[in-house]
């Protein structure tokens, strides 16, 4: 009646048999087809059901298991289920019996441990990368099978002593009863308890060559991990080792490369690591380049270019020679050795130490809302604003401080490409607005006639001089020159709204560079600076707009976009793009980057039109070369954020200086005041200063009225003309002649802007300054 005896129960397999199931008074017990898998003991009419019908199942972590006699027992879950069954043999119930008792113990096991680790799970760090998570998972999945393998060899034990005690009390009946009737029956009772005992055995005995072949197993693959460990570690030391080596060898070549003078190797620049190419290696330089580029296939988008493709296109990259291993000194003793006009010092003169730190800001609280909640849609210039407000610098300072990454231009004047060239000019462009990512003080509004000049000729190459030359509208010009071939010169007219949220200041004027040896000329204007969170929340300043950076010799252009930020935006804030093209339109670079850390830029080889972006604009690909790194914003000081957030440069530019002229922003009181932390003092002389310049005016005013009419109407127009200077609301122009610049038409860009006149340099070094107003 029973099939094939089914195989000795083990705590991780699955029993299956037929045993006969209780189902009513009228068919007594019925044969099913029963199934032990995972705690749940499930039963079948046939074998043929188990694919579709399953007649019931009980769980048996809830379940009770009771013998009724030697082929009866009984299976229920505390009364909602009940099942009784019995066995074709005494044999084949205790099977089934050890087969329950296990799944049983297992299941209560599984279920506890599930409880356990909603707790456990997440005190466990996670494990960094998806190779490492599979691991971690693969690990933890082994050893909770091993500790329920011991968990089977526990119940197995108690299996065993528990049949074993009733086999030797058996045993030991035997021996006291004698020979009779009653031998029979306890030699079949013995015989029973010993087959029991050698069933209960027989599992351990499996459980235990289970359990030591998994780990057997296991435990080859983590030694072998664990050397995989072991020599993975080995190689991270020896990298390290090696790494440590190069850097001490860098160090040792950066020591021998910067003890040149000044004039001919310049230390900033080297501790910046931007090092100029080779002009006349330009084309060795060249190849070496994009033969690199054009082995690596990742470089290119789609197809490779011809190496002679490179040396033919004109370009070459004599900007680049920090990529090919050029070091300051061989690239200093040619470029220099072969430009007659560079200056030759005959002598060594020591470089000043400036000074690294200012005094802390002062914790001073003033709500800026109650200035300028009546503000709103006024000129920023004719807002009277506290020093609390202020950083200690002038606007003519904030203007010098585009000389931040003086060393780009100082490489652009080295390239023997134009195209190239306008890259390190952009990249000058973009520098330009790195220093102001934490600056939300407001500048002193210089007073007119104040200058600012900026000698760093010894160390650095170049000097400049800033002059206020018209206060209303505030206007300030600039010029820069520099031994290594270019000039820099700006006018900057600030026009700014106050919107209720946020404070919009738009640079009107323009900027241009020129370089001596290529005779290019190149113009371009400033992008709109936006200061949000005016009201409530932390001050956060935005660059926003596009800037076309032209040459006009060659008709070169280079375009930058700089995207304003974004909370929904997917790319990366503050960023900046930019194409450089020729005058026929064709892209020959790509630039991109942000402009608070660093650009680079890349070599077009092909463009083409791509799909239509989100606005129907057909879009063009361009196929580039590997990205180069054309700048990186220098890090701060340490304790800049204590310190108004200034750079390393903007920290000495306020430095007190002999020999510089009595209008210098130096000698500023209020300025002065405010960086020693003594802001009420500042306060007050800052209101002096603006009193006596209105006075001023009114004067220059009044000799203007006077030479033009009679004295009657003189009066009376100077009258009008006082009411609109308390309120500083005047927008008449200043009658006011610039002392070292003059107003002049550029013939090239077509522009009038206020051009450097000379003298400034001749009287500092005579110490004659007659000539300037007593403005302070």
Same mark, same amino acid.
């Given at each position: ?7 000795t ?11 006969f199931k209780?189902t009513?008074y009228?068919k ?12 749940l003991l499930?039963y079948?009419r ?8 399953c007649?019931?199942?009980i769980?048996?972590?809830?379940a009770?298991i009771a013998v ?11 009364g ?6 019995k066995?074709?043999?005494e044999?084949e119930r205790q ?5 329950l ?5 297992k299941a209560i096991?599984?279920q506890?441990?599930s ?11 996670p494990?960094s990368g ?15 099978t091993?500790?329920s393998?011991?968990?089977d060899?526990?119940?197995c034990?108690?299996?065993?002593v528990k ?14 009863i004698h020979?009779?009737?009653?031998m ?18 027989n599992?351990?005995?499996?459980a235990?060559r289970?359990f ?8 080859k693959r983590?030694?072998?991990?664990l050397?995989t460990?072991?020599e ?9 080792e ?6 001490n060898?860098l160090e040792r070549a ?7 003078p000044?004039?001919?190797?310049n230390p900033?620049?080297?501790i910046?690591g ?9 084309d060795?330089?060249?190849d070496n ?5 054009m ?10 270019a011809?190496?002679k ?7 070459n ?7 090919t291993g050029?070091d ?6 040619l470029s220099?050795?072969s ?13 000043r130490?400036?000074r ?13 809302w109650?200035?300028?909640?009546n503000?709103i849609?006024?000129?920023l ?7 609390n407000?202020?950083e ?5 300072q ?10 780009l231009?100082d490489k652009?004047?080295k390239c023997q490409?134009s195209l190239?060239?306008?890259?390190y000019v952009?990249?000058f ?7 102001t990512?934490?600056r939300?003080?407001k ?21 400049s ?6 206060h209303?509208?505030p206007?300030?010009a ?7 071939g270019?000039?820099?010169?700006q006018?900057i007219?600030?026009?700014?709204k ?9 640079p ?5 560079c020129l370089?001596d040896?290529?005779?290019n000329?190149y113009?371009?204007?400033k992008v ?5 969170n005016i009201?409530?929340?932390k001050?956060w300043i935005?660059q ?9 010799r060659?008709?070169?252009r280079c375009?930058l976009?700089?995207?304003p930020y974004?909370?929904?935006?997917r790319?990366?804030?503050r960023k900046v ?11 020959h ?5 942000t402009?608070d850390?660093? @650009?680079?830029?890349? +070599?077009?080889m ?6 239509n972006g989100? *606005?129907g !604009? /057909? =879009? $063009?690909?361009?196929q580039?070369?590997?990205a ?6 220098n890090?701060?000081?340490e304790?800049a954020e204590n310190?108004?957030?200034?750079s390393?440069l903007?920290l000495?530019l ?13 000698r500023?009181?209020?300025q002065r005041? @405010?960086e020693?932390? +003594? ?9 002096r200063l *603006?009193? !006596? /310049? =209105? $006075?001023?005016?009114r ?7 006077k030479?033009?009419?009679s004295?009657?109407e003189?009066d009376?127009q100077v ?7 308390v309120s500083?609301?005047?927008?008449h ?7 070292w610049?003059e107003k ?6 077509g522009e009038t ?6 003298g400034y340099?001749?009287?500092? *070094?005579?110490?004659?300054w007659?000539?300037?107003p007593?403005?302070?």
């Amino acid at each position: 009646m029973s099939e094939s005896k089914p195989p000795t129960p083990t705590p991780a397999d699955t029993y299956k048999g037929w045993l006969f199931k209780w189902t009513n008074y009228i068919k007594g017990y019925q044969r099913r087809w029963f199934v032990l898998s995972n705690g749940l003991l499930s039963y079948y009419r046939t074998q043929a059901e188990m694919g579709h019908t399953c007649r019931g199942t009980i769980n048996l972590a809830t379940a009770n298991i009771a013998v009724e006699d030697s082929c009866n027992f009984v299976i229920s879950n505390g009364g909602a289920q009940t099942y009784h069954l019995k066995a074709s043999s005494e044999i084949e119930r205790q099977r089934w019996i050890t087969a329950l008792e296990l799944a049983k113990a297992k299941a209560i096991n599984m279920q506890a441990e599930s409880d356990e680790s909603g707790d456990d799970c997440p005190a466990v760090p996670p494990t960094s990368g998806q190779g490492g998570g599979f691991r971690n998972s693969e690990i933890q999945s082994t050893l909770r099978t091993l500790n329920s393998k011991v968990e089977d060899l526990a119940t197995c034990n108690d299996l065993i002593v528990k049949h074993g005690s009733a086999l030797q009390r058996s045993l030991s009946e035997l021996e006291g009863i004698h020979v009779g009737a009653d031998m029979a029956e306890k030699t079949r009772q013995v015989t029973e308890r010993a087959t029991l005992f050698r069933i209960t055995s027989n599992a351990m005995i499996n459980a235990c060559r289970d359990f030591l072949s998994l780990a057997q197993t296991h435990s080859k693959r983590w030694q072998k991990a664990l050397q995989t460990e072991r020599e993975q570690r080995v190689r991270l030391e020896e990298t390290l080792e090696q790494l440590a080596k190069q850097h001490n060898h860098l160090e040792r070549a950066f020591r021998g490369a910067t003890v040149l003078p000044p004039s001919f190797s310049n230390p900033a620049l080297a501790i910046k690591g931007g090092v100029s190419g080779k002009g006349d290696a330009s084309d060795e330089d060249d190849d070496n380049e994009f033969f690199d580029a054009m082995e690596d296939p990742a470089e290119f988008i789609t197809v490779p270019a011809d190496p002679k493709y490179h040396r033919r296109s004109g370009s070459n990259v004599s900007g680049l020679s920090s990529e090919t291993g050029t070091d300051d000194q061989s690239f200093d003793e040619l470029s220099l050795a072969s430009n007659p006009e560079s200056p030759q010092p005959l002598e060594l003169e020591p470089v000043r130490q400036r000074r690294t730190r200012i005094p802390d800001k002062p914790n001073y609280y003033l709500n800026l809302w109650s200035i300028m909640k009546n503000c709103i849609g006024k000129e920023l210039s004719k807002i009277p604003m506290p020093v609390n407000f202020n950083e200690p610098l002038s606007m003519l300072q904030r203007l010098s401080e585009d000389l931040e990454y003086y060393e780009l231009l100082d490489k652009a004047a080295k390239c023997q490409s134009s195209l190239e060239q306008l890259c390190y000019v952009a990249a000058f462009t973009v520098s330009s607005y790195s220093t102001t990512v934490h600056r939300t003080g407001k500048p002193f509004n210089p007073l007119l006639g104040e200058t600012f000049e900026l000698d760093r000729l010894r160390d650095c190459g170049y000097r400049s001089l800033c002059e206020q030359v018209s206060h209303h509208p505030p206007a300030a010009a600039h010029h820069a020159i520099s031994e290594k071939g270019w000039a820099l010169r700006q006018e900057i007219t600030l026009a700014s709204k106050f919107r209720g949220k946020y404070l919009s200041i738009m640079p009107l004027g323009s900027i241009q560079c020129l370089f001596d040896k290529s005779k290019n000329h190149y113009s371009w204007k400033k992008v709109t600076t936006t200061v949000h969170n005016i009201i409530v929340g932390k001050l956060w300043i935005d660059q926003s707009g596009e800037i076309d950076v032209v040459n006009h010799r060659t008709g070169d252009r280079c375009h930058l976009k700089f995207a304003p930020y974004s909370y929904f935006s997917r790319d990366v804030p503050r960023k900046v793009t930019g194409v450089v093209t020729d005058k026929d339109g064709k892209a020959h670079y790509v630039l991109s980057g942000t402009w608070d850390e660093k @650009m680079e830029f890349s +070599r077009v080889m092909q463009s083409s039109k791509g799909e239509n972006g989100t *606005e129907g !604009k /057909q =879009r $063009t690909v361009y196929q580039t070369l590997k990205a180069k790194e054309i700048w990186r914003k220098n890090p701060l000081p340490e304790g800049a954020e204590n310190m108004y957030y200034f750079s390393s440069l903007a920290l000495t530019l306020n430095e007190p200086e002999e020999g510089v002229a009595p209008t210098d922003s130096r000698r500023r009181p209020d300025q002065r005041l @405010m960086e020693e932390g +003594r802001w009420d003092e500042a306060n007050a002389e800052k209101q002096r200063l *603006e009193e !006596k /310049q =209105r $006075t001023a005016r009114r004067e220059r005013e009044r000799e203007a009225v006077k030479s033009a009419s009679s004295p009657e109407e003189a009066d009376a127009q100077v009258t009008g003309t006082e009411a609109s200077e308390v309120s500083d609301e005047s927008t008449h122009p200043d009658n006011y002649q610039a002392l070292w610049f003059e107003k002049t038409d550029d013939p090239v860009s077509g522009e009038t802007l206020h051009i450097y006149k000379g003298g400034y340099w001749e009287a500092k *070094e005579k110490g004659s300054w007659d000539m300037c107003p007593s403005i302070f």
